[in-house]
């Protein structure tokens, strides 16, 4: 059954992994009945989170509302690593798609540099209509690459054209040759894909940038342009999602209840011990099933962010 779900202890199917960003889970999604460990496994922790309140003179319907605040914020915690999953699946699947539109950029601009001038100067001239109907978008591109494709057909000499060719639109596996119901050709040529399947932020980026550059006088040099473009737009790898999202949340909850993110100090043990805020932070992720621990080191960090920056004493000022 757990393998049907997207997280093993609640009832999510695990169809709705393509909607994780919009995704919205409640206490009320945890599955008490199939598992009575768990389900006493989370009511030893909301005991144990009421405990540290009350023992702060916090009155108990305000612990409670806390407790509930809390509980959400370790759920939308649990999700974060999904999260983070999904998007980083997405990206990886992007940046592939960028990766080989570089690539076949720069080989088609290669190859047509080896035709000679003559035949250039034909090809740049039916490009440059296109060039001049409009500025640079991905109708535009999507024009540009058609319309080469287009004129390789009748260019000379017929092998550079051929291979030219290739490089747009790849061949059809020799398994899908001559079988009923396949076309001849792909769809359409595989760069436009690679281009629609780049992300939407770098897609803009380029083209607003290849706008700035104006009308280009060399197919070849434009082609190399904006492969160079794309090539410094590659986006920074993501960092994996850490606890400091969740234990920030928990603080402003807790803020105005007095009970702040502090490490503590064993006198007898001399050594440093979980703080009344880490265990409140655990007793929380553990109610859910998560076996992690907010370290002291997590809530040094912490401090440190929150820490306002002191200004220096200026030798002018009275």
């Not at 393998?3 to 889970?25: C, D, E, I, Q, T």
């Not at 009511?43 to 989170?49: K, L, Q, V, Y």
Request: aromatic fraction near 6%.
């Amino acid at each position: 059954m757990n393998n049907l779900r997207l997280l093993s202890r609640f009832r999510v199917s695990a169809k709705m992994r393509p909607y994780l960003l919009r995704l919205r889970l409640r206490g009320r999604d945890f599955d008490f009945g199939s598992n009575d460990i768990a389900a006493n496994e989370f009511t030893a922790c909301i005991d144990r989170m009421r405990e540290i309140l009350v023992r702060r003179s916090i009155p108990v319907v305000a612990a409670d509302k806390a407790i509930l605040m809390t509980l959400e914020a370790a759920v939308d915690h649990l999700l974060s690593q999904l999260r983070f999953d999904h998007l980083r699946h997405i990206d990886e699947q992007a940046n592939r798609s960028l990766d080989g539109l570089i690539s076949e950029l720069r080989a088609l601009g290669k190859a047509l540099s080896r035709f000679p001038p003559a035949s250039k100067g034909k090809l740049h001239k039916r490009v440059a209509v296109v060039f001049s109907r409009r500025p640079f978008d991905t109708e535009l591109f999507i024009e540009v690459i058609e319309t080469i494709t287009d004129a390789l057909r009748k260019l000379s000499p017929k092998r550079l054209a051929d291979h030219a060719r290739s490089i747009i639109v790849q061949p059809l596996p020799l398994t899908c040759k001559g079988v009923k119901g396949f076309p001849t050709e792909p769809r359409r040529p595989l760069i436009i894909d690679h281009w629609e399947s780049i992300t939407g932020a770098i897609r803009v980026e380029v083209e607003d940038l290849m706008q700035e550059s104006g009308r280009p006088t060399s197919l070849v040099g434009w082609l190399t342009s904006l492969a160079n473009t794309l090539d410094q737009k590659r986006p920074v790898r993501k960092r994996a999602p850490s606890d400091y999202r969740f234990i920030s949340r928990v603080e402003s909850i807790l803020g105005p209840l007095k009970l702040k993110p502090t490490r503590q100090y064993d006198a007898h043990a001399e050594r440093q011990v979980p703080s009344a805020f880490q265990r409140y932070c655990n007793a929380a992720l553990a109610a859910f099933g998560d076996d992690s621990r907010i370290s002291g080191r997590q809530i040094s960090n912490l401090q440190k962010r929150k820490r306002p920056i002191a200004l220096s004493k200026s030798p002018y000022r009275h």
